[in-house]
């Protein structure tokens, strides 16, 4: 904001000094000229009595008319005025500039009569001889008859221009003075007006928020640097409190953002006094919207929860915590948990309600019950005619052993469900607690799937089901677990068998995922097929389409939950496609060990660990994602600067490895362990475990004695021979 010059302090100051100046001029012009002249005139007519007295000494004494005319007019030129000299009768006995004779009485002048009077007399007026203001003194010589008046006459024009020229040198002197105080004035003033103004700019910049520190510059200390410093003190404190506030502030917006939990403070008529995120997500109010002050009304009218609000405002906290369950409208639940606002005092100003997600407890509590009633029943079922048919036994045997021996094969049979029931509760309690270890290692699928066929082959023929395979050549391995893999095999073609009739047929086939390095294993079937609004639901624990006839059959209804645990721990696909009536394929597809795919590798190497450190910092180069790449030595030093070099020569940062012992690899998870160790004496250190082992004989560059060049070369040979070895390994494309 610019202000107008004229509106500006200085200014006004600097025009105060100003008028202050020109009245002092006025004043100066209007009082001196008859100040001077009362002053100089005074003094003259003082001097010229004087001179008159002296005359008065010298003049003879002649007492006719014009017989002093002579005198008068030599004494007259040496004193440079008019000299007359006056009988006590008023004719002119002398005069210094006209014959006496001629000139008429003057006993009447004033001068002469105060002369007469008093001894001196003086007075002013106009000469009509010389046609001037002439300034008249006349003394009185003698007394009596023999008395005379010398009269001196002056013309007051000399005193006027005497006057004038001193009016004029002051005047001078005055205003030199006046305008060197005008330029100190004007200095003043915009000095004054520049420190105004910065305490002008000073409030400005405390009124827009920021808080200025070190505005001001020390001073002389007067009343506006005192007033200077303490507003920069104020501003510091100010800023300090506005900081702890806004921090204060920001704390408590963030724990709000972040908290999980949705939070609705509400004053006691219902208004929104606050509330975070997750409570306005939770509410399903229109976002980006402010609701602070607005009725809860317009937030939600679900009868629901303004009840439980009407609740929290109307509740006695002393009691206890206010606690609610909610149902939104998508179907999630909500606890709400509500306790008093109060202020410093204690009184109740509304309230604070907390609202917790309960969906996934709610879930898990209907899975559970879900879960308790099903395993109930199905253990209920074999119990129940184990323990009907043991009863019979006990109480009344039956005559006929071969009738006893249905019985005991009956309760033999249901025992067998009983166990198979209590076994695959524990696998899929295991696989779900991710307590079953799971490993990936590189499994051929013609063997897997020639093991499984073995299960059933007896059991299909039996049955008259035809069980055949179809593998297309040359298939790359899978990265699964063999035990649990075959586990899913034999659950899948356990199920085919079962729901397929005499005459059927089941063929298990296994080929390359199109565009992927993945390999797709499929069993299908002919027989009765799994209606469509099942098969959303068909991998769900005890999901049975007929479960009368599952059960008949043997079935636990937990197969292909166990199957669907399996592949989902192996990153691999379900699939389930199926008509009624004509059969069912069920297709499970599996990352294929490939050479970029070979699971978690070790490289390991004697020493520091130089060798397997380079072999770590290419192979990250080369394999596939989430394949986990270790490197140990046995005497493990940190990273050999000259490593680091060599590997950034070939644009592989190593920076971020470290160098480990063997102790701090997870061994039983590693798929295929590299040693990199020299043929000479070295000895290559052997991981426990059961994975495959691979060795790279290649000599330890540390071992090379002579300059730095010459290791460096040794080195750089190392290197380059690792590069070659790890790209073959992983099958990538060469980077030199
Ligand atoms: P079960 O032990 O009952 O076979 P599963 O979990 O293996 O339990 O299968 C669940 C349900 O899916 C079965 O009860 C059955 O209704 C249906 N089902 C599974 N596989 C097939 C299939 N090949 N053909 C027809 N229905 C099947």
Same mark, same amino acid.
């Given at each position: 904001?610019?202000?107008?010059?004229?509106?500006?302090?200085?200014?006004?100051?600097?025009?105060?000094?100003?008028?202050?100046?020109?009245?002092?001029?006025?004043?100066?012009?209007?009082?001196?000229?008859?100040?001077?002249?009362?002053?100089?005139?005074?003094?003259?007519?003082?001097?010229?009595?004087?001179?008159?007295?002296?005359?008065?000494?010298?003049?003879?004494?002649?007492?006719?008319?014009?017989?002093?005319?002579?005198? &008068?007019?030599?004494?007259?030129?040496?004193?440079?005025?008019?000299?007359?000299?006056?009988?006590?009768?008023?004719?002119?006995?002398?005069?210094?500039?006209?014959?006496?004779?001629?000139?008429?009485?003057?006993?009447?002048?004033?001068?002469?009569?105060?002369?007469?009077?008093?001894?001196?007399?003086?007075?002013?007026?106009?000469?009509?001889?010389?046609?001037?203001?002439?300034?008249?003194?006349?003394?009185?010589?003698?007394?009596?008859?023999? &008395?005379?008046?010398?009269?001196?006459?002056?013309?007051?024009?000399?005193?006027?221009?005497?006057?004038?020229?001193?009016?004029?040198?002051?005047?001078?002197?005055?205003?030199?003075?006046?305008?060197?105080?005008?330029?100190?004035?004007?200095?003043?003033?915009?000095?004054?007006?520049?420190?105004?103004?910065?305490?002008?700019?000073?409030?400005?910049?405390?009124?827009?928020?920021?808080?200025?520190?070190?505005?001001?510059?020390?001073?002389?200390?007067?009343?506006?640097?005192?007033?200077?410093?303490?507003?920069?003190?104020?501003?510091?404190?100010?800023?300090?409190?506005?900081?702890?506030?806004?921090?204060?502030?920001?704390?408590?917006?963030?724990?709000?953002?972040?908290?999980?939990?949705?939070?609705?403070?509400?004053?006691?008529?219902?208004?929104?006094?606050?509330?975070?995120?997750?409570?306005?997500?939770?509410?399903?109010?229109?976002?980006?919207?402010?609701?602070?002050?607005?009725?809860?009304?317009?937030?939600?009218?679900?009868?629901?929860?303004?009840?439980?609000?009407?609740?929290?405002?109307?509740?006695?906290?002393?009691?206890?915590?206010?606690?609610?369950?909610?149902?939104?409208?998508?179907?999630?639940?909500?606890?709400?948990?509500?306790?008093?606002?109060?202020?410093?005092?204690?009184?109740?100003?509304?309230?604070?309600?907390?609202?917790?997600?309960?969906?996934?407890?709610?879930?898990?509590?209907?899975?559970?019950?879900?879960?308790?009633?099903?395993?109930?029943?199905?253990?209920?079922?074999?119990?129940?005619?184990?323990?009907?048919?043991?009863?019979?036994?006990?109480?009344?045997?039956?005559?006929?052993?071969?009738?006893?021996?249905?019985?005991?094969?009956?309760?033999?049979?249901?025992?067998?469900?009983?166990?198979?029931?209590?076994?695959?509760?524990?696998?899929?309690?295991?696989?779900?607690?991710?307590?079953?270890?799971?490993?990936?290692?590189?499994?051929?699928?013609?063997?897997?799937?020639?093991?499984?066929?073995?299960?059933?082959?007896?059991?299909?023929?039996?049955?008259?089901?035809?069980?055949?395979?179809?593998?297309?050549?040359?298939?790359?391995?899978?990265?699964?677990?063999?035990?649990?893999?075959?586990?899913?095999?034999?659950?899948?073609?356990?199920?085919?068998?079962?729901?397929?009739?005499?005459?059927?047929?089941?063929?298990?086939?296994?080929?390359?995922?199109?565009?992927?390095?993945?390999?797709?294993?499929?069993?299908?079937?002919?027989?009765?097929?799994?209606?469509?609004?099942?098969?959303?639901?068909?991998?769900?624990?005890?999901?049975?389409?007929?479960?009368?006839?599952?059960?008949?059959?043997?079935?636990?209804?937990?197969?292909?939950?166990?199957?669907?645990?399996?592949?989902?721990?192996?990153?691999?696909?379900?699939?389930?496609?199926?008509?009624?009536?004509?059969?069912?394929?069920?297709?499970?597809?599996?990352?294929?060990?490939?050479?970029?795919?070979?699971?978690?590798?070790?490289?390991?190497?004697?020493?520091?660990?130089?060798?397997?450190?380079?072999?770590?910092?290419?192979?990250?180069?080369?394999?596939?994602?989430?394949?986990?790449?270790?490197?140990?030595?046995?005497?493990?030093?940190?990273?050999?600067?000259?490593?680091?070099?060599?590997?950034?020569? &070939?644009?592989?940062?190593?920076?971020?490895?470290?160098?480990?012992?063997?102790?701090?690899?997870?061994?039983?998870?590693?798929?295929?362990?590299?040693?990199?160790?020299?043929?000479?004496?070295?000895?290559?250190?052997?991981?426990?475990?059961?994975?495959?082992?691979?060795?790279?004989?290649?000599?330890?560059?540390?071992?090379?004695?002579?300059?730095?060049?010459?290791?460096?070369?040794?080195?750089?040979?190392?290197?380059?021979?690792?590069?070659?070895?790890?790209?073959?390994?992983?099958?990538?494309?060469?980077?030199?």
């Amino acid at each position: 904001m610019r202000r107008r010059w004229n509106n500006s302090l200085a200014f006004k100051f600097f025009f105060s000094y100003f008028v202050v100046t020109l009245l002092l001029f006025a004043g100066f012009y209007l009082y001196s000229a008859p100040l001077l002249r009362r002053f100089y005139v005074s003094h003259l007519s003082l001097r010229m009595e004087q001179e008159g007295r002296v005359l008065a000494r010298v003049l003879p004494p002649r007492p006719d008319p014009g017989s002093l005319d002579a005198e &008068a007019r030599r004494l007259g030129r040496e004193l440079r005025a008019r000299v007359t000299v006056i009988a006590p009768d008023g004719r002119v006995l002398g005069d210094s500039d006209e014959p006496s004779q001629t000139m008429e009485n003057h006993a009447f002048r004033p001068e002469v009569i105060e002369a007469l009077r008093s001894g001196a007399g003086a007075a002013t007026r106009y000469s009509t001889t010389v046609r001037y203001q002439m300034l008249y003194q006349a003394v009185r010589d003698g007394s009596g008859a023999q &008395a005379r008046i010398i009269r001196i006459a002056m013309p007051l024009s000399d005193v006027e221009s005497v006057i004038a020229s001193v009016r004029r040198t002051l005047l001078l002197g005055l205003l030199a003075v006046s305008g060197l105080g005008l330029l100190l004035a004007l200095g003043f003033s915009r000095l004054l007006g520049r420190r105004i103004k910065r305490l002008v700019d000073f409030s400005l910049e405390l009124a827009r928020g920021s808080f200025p520190q070190n505005f001001f510059s020390r001073g002389r200390n007067d009343e506006i640097d005192v007033l200077e410093q303490h507003l920069s003190e104020m501003s510091a404190s100010i800023r300090d409190h506005f900081e702890q506030l806004v921090a204060e502030k920001e704390k408590i917006a963030s724990i709000l953002r972040c908290m999980v939990e949705g939070v609705l403070v509400l004053d006691r008529n219902g208004n929104i006094l606050l509330i975070n995120e997750p409570a306005a997500r939770m509410l399903h109010a229109e976002t980006g919207r402010d609701l602070a002050g607005t009725s809860v009304l317009e937030l939600s009218r679900r009868p629901e929860l303004l009840a439980i609000v009407r609740g929290a405002l109307g509740f006695d906290f002393e009691r206890g915590l206010y606690s609610r369950e909610l149902e939104l409208k998508d179907g999630c639940w909500v606890r709400v948990n509500a306790t008093g606002l109060l202020n410093g005092r204690g009184a109740v100003l509304g309230s604070i309600l907390v609202f917790h997600d309960i969906t996934e407890l709610k879930r898990l509590e209907a899975v559970r019950s879900d879960f308790v009633a099903n395993v109930s029943h199905e253990l209920r079922t074999p119990l129940t005619a184990i323990r009907g048919y043991v009863e019979t036994l006990l109480r009344s045997p039956p005559a006929d052993p071969e009738v006893a021996r249905t019985f005991l094969g009956i309760v033999d049979r249901h025992s067998e469900r009983l166990s198979r029931l209590t076994e695959e509760l524990l696998i899929l309690a295991d696989l779900e607690s991710g307590k079953m270890r799971i490993a990936r290692r590189p499994i051929d699928v013609a063997q897997l799937i020639q093991r499984a066929l073995e299960v059933f082959a007896d059991r299909a023929s039996k049955k008259n089901v035809g069980l055949e395979h179809r593998l297309e050549p040359d298939l790359p391995p899978v990265l699964g677990d063999l035990d649990r893999l075959e586990q899913v095999l034999i659950n899948l073609i356990d199920n085919a068998i079962k729901y397929t009739d005499a005459g059927g047929e089941i063929v298990v086939s296994a080929a390359r995922a199109r565009g992927e390095d993945r390999i797709e294993i499929a069993v299908a079937d002919t027989g009765c097929g799994i209606p469509e609004q099942d098969l959303p639901r068909i991998t769900e624990r005890f999901y049975r389409v007929d479960k009368a006839r599952s059960r008949e059959l043997g079935g636990t209804g937990l197969g292909l939950a166990i199957v669907k645990h399996i592949v989902q721990a192996l990153d691999g696909r379900l699939r389930i496609e199926s008509a009624v009536r004509k059969g069912t394929t069920v297709r499970v597809d599996l990352p294929a060990a490939t050479q970029r795919n070979r699971g978690n590798v070790l490289f390991l190497c004697t020493g520091n660990s130089c060798r397997s450190q380079m072999a770590e910092g290419f192979a990250r180069r080369c394999a596939a994602d989430g394949t986990r790449i270790y490197s140990a030595g046995t005497r493990p030093k940190g990273i050999h600067p000259l490593t680091v070099r060599v590997m950034n020569e &070939a644009g592989v940062d190593i920076s971020g490895q470290s160098s480990k012992s063997l102790e701090a690899v997870p061994v039983s998870e590693i798929d295929l362990v590299v040693t990199l160790c020299g043929e000479s004496d070295e000895e290559c250190p052997v991981p426990a475990g059961t994975a495959p082992r691979m060795h790279w004989p290649l000599p330890d560059p540390v071992a090379v004695q002579g300059d730095e060049e010459t290791v460096l070369a040794a080195f750089r040979k190392v290197r380059d021979e690792i590069r070659a070895r790890v790209e073959e390994l992983f099958g990538c494309v060469p980077s030199r």
